[in-house]
């Protein structure tokens, strides 16, 4: 699965340690990035990249409880040195077939059966705790700050509290006016001034609460994490929910979460970092033959508004034996049965309209996987059973929704879904999730993971518009897959832009929606609308039917965080190539030398001449060009570009 090459080293200018100093360094492979660990009466690090000063001496500590803090007059006992330099492939290939794991890290051992653990790529750095303590510990805080050097400007998605879906747009706010009674999620990205972009997430977060970020006035931001759920709340949403006074108890010995800084040079590269998957740990499936990715035909955002049939459209058999029809005629993999295909509340108690039995044996019989949409707490109530009449129907995964925290128990619930889903050979789509953090990596069933302020939200607001579509990637996207479910085939300009919650329109413009096919990653990709919209649209419903949804390389043409997005992907002997825009129109260069050699075919969706006005206006053209060539793509307000770029001699 993976050709890996380890060395150990000394005392080198990538590795210092001073211990009568109490200071110990690790830089990247690059040497770009350089890390400075103080050890005093606490502990702290610094960041530098490239000779400049991203974050000041920061502290870090975890408090176990009566007096038991480590990090807190440490006493280092030892260390240890590696560089890794390896090639990993994912089951599941998102961004490229192969993925480049090359790392320094420095190990630090104290007195008191704990250690410390830096590990420093080209593209960032991520630290976490090890415990070797036997039995059980609580922990009651962990102390973890990121100071930056001088007030910057962060992208801060805004959270009011602990219980939430996790789909909170950006507020761009100078670091020192975040109080630390302001919180947001997890990815924020840092826009430093003259320097990179500085993303803070977290990685490998098992049995342990996710990490939030509050400010404290002075260029600094802190973890913060929600509580332990006493158990008689642990199944419930609600604000008044009863927490413990500490945040998890776990294993004594142990690997806690990476808490992950990403460093990169330009914002394209946020694009195309993998650090987070880099961190996850190895698979624990050893067959994963039955993992595929592919599309999906969604019912939830159409609101089954299908038309031009015999039957009375609704939840029921034959509307979708009809998605079902759709999808074997069109080469799209699956069919979601979002809420209604049962109770919500008590799944066993299934509408008899949707005939299970029958409808899951005639999607066999066509060669399309179901997947059923299932309420958490109710399916985790009876997780071993309901999985086995899945598997008895035939279904091939589920999408599990409404969870809407990231506490302790709600995370290792999280692995338990994948672990026994692996077990039945389930696939997974967490939605109402937190942000991926590499366990897709330990279980490549997982699949995808809403977390994301997606396309359903037009149904009922205008904030998930073309701004956002070109902001999120950046952020929320370097964190994992987003299923973001696009495919709007109704758009509108944002001055004729209504909220219908059942006749629902997208922002921005067609082709807009068609690059979202390209820009956006998910394994398990949606279709949106209602087959009967893809069926009257026969240029996009042939391009939806072909885009891949796996890709063996990426390559980011040009990009900026929150205003426009131009990325290629290859996939086998063809090119997809898209731009998107936010609400300015735009005029951007493709370098067509930059993916390719040669003479091709190029087939694209371009904003039509009134896409301005009328959003669902778009051109289709087909050209053979040279890939010495560069063609300038103009694209209305909120509007986009899409193409495949086909080799001429196949």
Known sequence: MKLKHIVLLGFITLFAINIQARESYVSSPDKNIHISINIADNITYSVDFKGQKLIAPSSISMDLGFGNVLGHNPKLTGSKTKSVNEILKPVVREKRAEVLNHYN?????????????????????????????????????????????????????????????????????????????????????????????????????????????????????????????????????????????????????????????????????????????????????????????????????????????????????????????????????????????????????????????????????????????????????????????????????????????????????????????????????????????????????????????????????????PEYDVTFPFIRMLAGPADYTPGAMNTAQKKNFKAIFNRPMGLGTRAHQLAMYVVFESPLQMLADAPTAYMKETECLAFLSEVPVEWDETVVLDAKVGEYIVIARKRGNDWYLAAMTDWNKREVTVDFSKVANGTYTLEEFVDGINADRNGNDYKKNIRTISTEDKIEVKMAPGGGWTAILRDSVN
């Open 105 to 465: 890290e420095l190990t630090l051992s104290f007195k008191g059966g704990y250690k410390l653990a830096f590990r420093v790529f080209n593209d960032g750095m991520a630290y976490r705790w090890i415990t070797s303590k036997a039995g059980e510990i609580t922990v009651y805080n962990e102390e973890a700050n990121f100071s930056f050097a001088t007030n910057q400007m962060v992208y801060f998605p805004e959270t009011k509290g602990y219980i939430t879906a996790f789909q909170h747009t950006y507020k761009y706010l100078p670091l020192d006016s975040i109080s630390n009674d302001r919180m947001c999620i997890t990815p924020a990205l840092v826009d430093v001034d003259h320097g990179p972009k500085v993303a803070i997430t977290e990685a490998n977060l098992r049995d342990y609460p996710g990490m939030f970020l509050v400010g404290n006035s002075n260029n600094t931001l802190s973890g913060k994490y929600a509580p332990y759920i006493l158990k008689g709340d642990q199944l419930v949403n609600k604000k008044d929910i009863k927490r413990a006074d500490y945040l998890a108890r776990t294993k004594g010995t142990r690997q806690f979460p990476w808490r992950v800084v990403t460093i990169v040079e330009n914002d394209g590269d946020l694009l195309n970092t993998e650090i987070v998957y880099r961190l996850g740990e190895p698979s624990k499936i050893n067959d994963t033959s039955w993992i595929k990715s592919g599309k999906i035909a969604w019912d939830w955002y159409n609101a089954n508004n299908i038309y031009n049939v015999d039957f009375r459209a609704g939840l029921n058999y034959d509307t979708y034996k009809y998605y079902i029809d759709f999808a074997a005629d069109n080469d799209i993999e699956y069919v979601v049965l979002d809420e209604g295909w049962s109770n919500t509340y008590d799944i066993w108690d299934l509408n008899e309209d949707m005939r299970m039995d029958e409808l899951t044996a005639y999607a066999i019989e066509k060669g399309v996987g179901l997947i059923l949409w299932v309420e958490w707490s109710t399916f985790g109530a009876d997780i071993e059973a309901l999985t086995d009449q899945f598997v008895e129907w035939g279904v091939v995964g589920i999408k599990m929704d409404f969870m809407n925290r990231d506490d302790q128990y709600m995370v290792s619930f999280y692995e338990q879904v994948a672990q026994v889903c692996a077990r039945k050979k389930l696939m997974v789509d967490f939605h109402g999730a937190f942000k991926p953090t590499g366990i897709r990596r330990t279980y490549p069933n997982i699949m995808t993971y809403e977390g994301v302020a997606g396309l359903e939200n037009c149904k009922w607001a205008d904030y998930a518009d």
